[in-house]
């Protein structure tokens, strides 16, 4: 609670009508900072005000300086309006865009702005901060107050492989991967933009042992960008397995595994 705040035992007159204006302006979520602007109305201590109907559970407290309605729990929208330059991304994206059955019990979101994790009315928000370079290939979902920015597929694809243990694990990516209609163009720009080399190599050798239809172009761009490391195709595997001399990588997993994974939706 804010220093120096008087809670009334009632709601007051200021308090009902900035209750009155949010619902006739259809505001379910903001901030204390740009409110009264979006409600061309300047109360004599809104600090007060919101403190005043936090307490009457009116609304709620997202974080210091955000609030949403008492019944809005859009942990899309809520997760990326408390982070600026946000996105939800990696495996919480391949859950909404219905590449994998496994429901993440974590929201992913990656912002370039730094970001303590943090669990808002019992969902765990975890934050990934990128470099704005990354920040590329993000749409909206959503309608209306329930909109929010969300990687696209190509966006997603690239982001998991950069960082796998935000994308479900190996399985759940060879699958997403094989289930995924891909664009080359996009693959390769948003490659592009992360640029790691190891994910690229990965991603073409999937889409070129799983005869990935329209990916010929990234197959080439992919081999293009193989360098002389070795990698192993599952990075958190053990060091064994087949070398593939031309995608400079090891299959700790093996190609009759891989295959099988790509069949399934995990």
Request: with cysteine; proline share 1%; charged share 25%.
């Amino acid at each position: 609670m804010a220093d120096s705040v008087y809670i009334s035992a009632n709601l007051t007159k200021e308090q009902l009508l900035f209750l009155h204006l949010i619902n006739e302006n259809e505001i379910e979520y903001f901030s204390s900072s740009e409110i009264e602007e979006q409600l061309n109305k300047k109360f004599n201590n809104i600090n007060e005000v919101l403190e005043n109907l936090v307490d009457k559970n009116f609304i709620y407290r997202l974080q210091k300086g955000f609030y949403a309605l008492k019944n809005f729990n859009n942990q899309n929208v809520i997760g990326t309006f408390i982070s600026k330059n946000s996105a939800i991304a990696y495996w919480s994206a391949l859950s909404i865009h219905g590449l994998t059955v496994r429901f993440p019990n974590t929201v992913f979101i990656q912002s370039t702005k730094r970001k303590r994790d943090k669990t808002i009315l019992g969902v765990n928000y975890k934050f990934v901060t990128i470099t704005e370079r990354k920040r590329t290939g993000i749409t909206t979902l959503g309608y209306g107050n329930n909109t929010y920015p969300i990687t696209n597929i190509e966006k997603t694809i690239v982001d998991c492989f950069d960082l796998l243990n935000y994308s479900g694990g190996f399985d759940l990516l060879v699958s997403a991967f094989a289930q995924a209609k891909l664009n080359s163009k996009k693959l390769i720009e948003y490659s592009n933009a992360v640029n790691n080399i190891s994910a690229i190599k990965r991603m073409g050798f999937f889409a070129e042992l799983l005869n990935k239809k329209g990916l010929q172009t990234f197959i080439k761009y992919a081999k293009l960008r193989v360098n002389k490391k070795y990698n192993l195709i599952d990075s958190a595997g053990k060091d064994s397995g087949e070398f593939v001399s031309i995608w400079k990588l090891r299959l700790n997993v093996s190609r009759d595994e891989i295959i099988n994974l790509s069949k399934e939706l995990y």
